[in-house]
């Protein structure tokens, strides 16, 4: 099969793409502008590399030539950016998402796999989150990834593609270098010497689900005709403070926290709902949070100085 990966540049899909290979037999063409990824990340990968932006319609054709299938990665992913800069958030999210699924449709490549968010598009719901739930968003971030979908199931009726919008939860794990996710940021900062800033009082909870184990959901996907939106994590909601609980042990260090007062549009407990998944992909998450932690924090020790941390 060979897939086009819009945004395999970044952390997912660098940890997707070296999944791919694990399994073989995929082509992988990959599309990034390099703002929140780099090359260098997929540098030991087998693939064709595309430098360009989804809001470009003919730099988007160019990449699909020949191929079968989607894989949208490509966002501005920040929540809190997204709520000073909602044009930007939209021109990108929505705007080169439509983009890409014109490009689709002209091209008659048919299916895509479209990553998306559940938290963010559910807001202040008492978690687990699933799918049935009504949509409301708390940020332009989450309200924009609610339109991708949106816009997915419409060429899915419209023009008979095959559509799923897995809804990540918050994803950790290797190759995490350029993230500013709280994990990543939280290993880079203590290898660093640096205090860590918590945002409200650390009790906040959310769903942490290991890179590999979200690329066998993306997999899952690709194989199957599964569609709309489809709730990705691990069923577990974890609270900050025991995060860095975790990461004192691991890392043997003594870690101090500056807790500040909770920021607008930010939820504070999610986590979601994976039956769904478990029904349509057969997924099944393998990964336990310590084990998955100790790996990232190793992987960062082991290319501390490549990273200049």
């Not at 160019?62 to 909602?86: F, Y």
């Not at 042990?249 to 939820?267: H, L, T, W």
Request: hydrophobic share 40%.
């Amino acid at each position: 099969m060979k897939l086009l990966i819009t945004g395999g540049a970044g952390f997912v899909g660098s940890n997707l793409i070296a999944r791919l290979e694990e399994l073989g037999g995929y082509e992988i063409v990959v599309l990034d502008n390099e703002v929140l990824g780099s090359r260098e990340a997929i540098a030991d990968c087998d693939i064709e590399f595309r430098h360009g932006d989804i809001r470009d319609a003919e730099t988007v054709e160019t990449a699909l030539a020949g191929v079968d299938a989607v894989v949208h990665l490509a966002a501005d992913t920040r929540v809190i950016p997204s709520i000073s800069e909602p044009k930007f958030n939209f021109d990108v999210n929505v705007g080169g998402s439509l983009v890409v699924l014109e490009a689709m449709r002209r091209l008659g490549v048919n299916k895509i796999v479209n990553a998306s968010t559940g938290g963010a598009i559910i807001g202040a719901a008492e978690p687990p989150v699933n799918e049935t739930m009504v949509a409301a968003p708390l940020s332009p971030y989450g309200a924009s990834k609610l339109a991708v979908e949106g816009y997915c199931s419409a060429y899915a009726a419209s023009y008979g593609m095959r559509a799923a919008s897995l809804r990540f939860s918050n994803v950790y794990g290797p190759r995490s270098w350029h993230k500013g996710s709280v994990i990543a940021l939280f290993i880079k900062q203590i290898l660093r010497g640096e205090t860590l800033t918590v945002y409200g009082d650390g009790t906040q909870t959310r769903d942490y689900v290991h890179a590999r184990d979200l690329s066998d959901g993306i997999v899952a996907a690709l194989q199957s005709d599964a569609s709309g939106p489809i709730q990705l994590g691990t069923g577990i909601g974890t609270p900050l403070n025991t995060i860095i609980d975790m990461l004192r042990e691991i890392s043997g260090r003594d870690i101090a926290v500056d807790y500040q007062p909770f920021r607008d549009g930010e939820i504070v407990h999610t986590w979601c709902d994976i039956g769904h998944a478990r029904d349509v992909l057969r997924y099944d998450p393998q990964t336990g949070l310590r084990d998955g932690l100790e790996e990232t924090w190793r992987w960062f020790v082991d290319n501390r100085e490549r990273l200049a941390l």
